[in-house]
């Protein structure tokens, strides 16, 4: 190898960052275009070449110049000074405003309940009321497939419990008047029981007022014999107890004070007698349901319909009893109980099952043309042998919905009165 093979080898060769490149043995070459002294070493030209890659510091020396390609952040991007440039930024999460964590997917809670519903008890709706009959039949045959839900008249019905339930609390008298063997005793006690069974927070008494041998508590308790007279020859009577202890009861919770003794000498009811029994009644006694006689013009009476909010005036199906009724509200007229006639219904009580469809509406037209509100109660057997009246169990259900009717329409007339005085109770 000659000298300038060697020279060209050398150069090429890279230089050694720890030692220096060897100048090769022996004189400068006598090449003319190397006669010149050889230049610096290429380490001494130029600056050292790079070194081997390695990981860069966490961050610069504090002398070091600023990033030329890194620039303040500008202040419309966040609020809060940006660190300073040779500094990585701590984590994404501290230059954002922390968010609100997602509420949980309703996937995750399939069952819960909510809590309005929870927590508040709710009264159900009348298109909440459980079906019956032949609907009830087929939500089961079909195992819920066919839910056809109440029908109109279960519906019908409970917006008369309604109607009797939300009436005000207060002191209320109704009567009943009507000729001889129409009914107007089954009336009472019908009406009187649904009272009593949809407004548990009151108490209420059906009370004989009929002096010709009135059989009211046959209808209610027929094995209690207590009368007016037990009920005021007591002065010490001062608790509700010692008072109930005194009348009769039935199971829809229906008291009764019988008019004439069951045994012993007949003793006529005089209006000071009633007068007496019904102002110790009226200290307990929320609703009386009195069942008046058939005349009348009769002293009792007379002394009842003082002191009555609502009256029912039944009647036959038929042109006597109709003719009778009618009799009865003129009478009404001409006595000047006006309040009274205006708080009037008159009841068509088919107690036989003999009366035909066109008699009963044509009667019925009579009334409504007079103005007054007319109810048909149709013929039930259970009402028919005079015994005891169970409007839960027995009575037909067209019958106790026509029942239902007549005692809503007799609340209506109650809430109707704000004029007078609701508390006739003695001090």
């Known amino acids: 190898m000659n000298e300038r093979h060697q020279f060209l080898r050398d150069r090429v060769q890279p230089d050694r960052p720890s030692t220096p490149a060897a100048r090769p043995p022996g004189p400068y070459p006598t090449d003319p275009q190397a006669a010149a002294p050889p230049p610096s070493p290429p380490v001494a030209q130029r600056p050292a070449p790079p070194r081997p890659p390695t990981l860069p510091p966490p961050w610069p020396r504090p002398s070091a110049p600023p990033l030329p390609r890194r620039a303040p952040a500008s202040p419309q991007r966040s609020a809060v000074p940006p660190p300073t440039p040779p500094f990585p930024p701590p984590s994404r999460q501290a230059a954002h405003p922390p968010v609100a964590p ?163 000498p007949r003793r006529v009811l005089d209006p000071a007698i009633y007068r007496e029994a019904v102002l110790r009644l009226d200290r307990h006694f929320a609703i009386s349901v009195i069942d008046c006689g058939s005349t009348m013009d009769a002293p009792v009476t007379q002394e009842v319909l003082r002191d009555l909010d609502a009256l029912l005036v039944v009647s036959s199906p038929w042109a006597d009893g109709a003719s009778a009724a009618a009799r009865t509200l003129e009478w009404l007229a001409d006595q000047g109980l006006v309040n009274l006639l205006q708080n009037s219904i008159v009841v068509l009580n088919d107690s036989d099952g003999h009366a035909d469809k066109r008699t009963r509406e044509l009667l019925a037209r009579e009334f409504i043309d007079r103005g007054r509100p007319v109810v048909e109660v149709p013929f039930d057997p259970h009402l ?30 109650f809430a109707a009165r704000p004029d007078r005085t609701r508390d006739r109770r003695p001090g």
């Open 102 to 264: 997602a509420p949980p997917s309703p996937v995750q809670f399939p069952q819960a309940p909510r809590s309005d519903t929870a927590t508040v008890p709710v009264r159900p709706s009348a298109t909440e009321l459980p079906d019956r009959g032949w609907r009830r039949i087929l939500r089961l045959a079909t195992f819920g497939l066919i839910k056809l839900g109440p029908s109109a008249t279960q519906r019908q019905e409970a917006q008369f419990e309604a109607a009797i339930r939300s009436f005000p609390h207060g002191n209320y008298k109704v009567g009943i008047l009507g000729k001889g063997g129409v009914g107007k005793t089954s009336v009472a006690a019908s009406m009187g029981s649904l009272f009593a069974e949809l407004r548990r927070q009151d108490h209420v008494v059906a009370i004989d007022a009929d002096t010709a041998f009135g059989r009211l508590s046959s209808r209610i308790d027929p094995g209690w014999t207590g009368s007016f007279w037990e009920l005021t020859s007591d002065k010490n009577l001062q608790s509700f107890g010692d008072v109930v202890a005194r009348v009769g009861r039935n199971s829809a919770g229906l008291h009764v004070l019988g008019g004439e003794p069951a045994s012993g």
């Open 384 to 413: 028919r042998p005079g015994g005891v009246i169970d409007v839960s169990h027995q009575m037909a259900p067209a019958t106790r919905r026509k029942f239902l009717q007549i005692t809503a329409m007799v609340a209506g007339s």
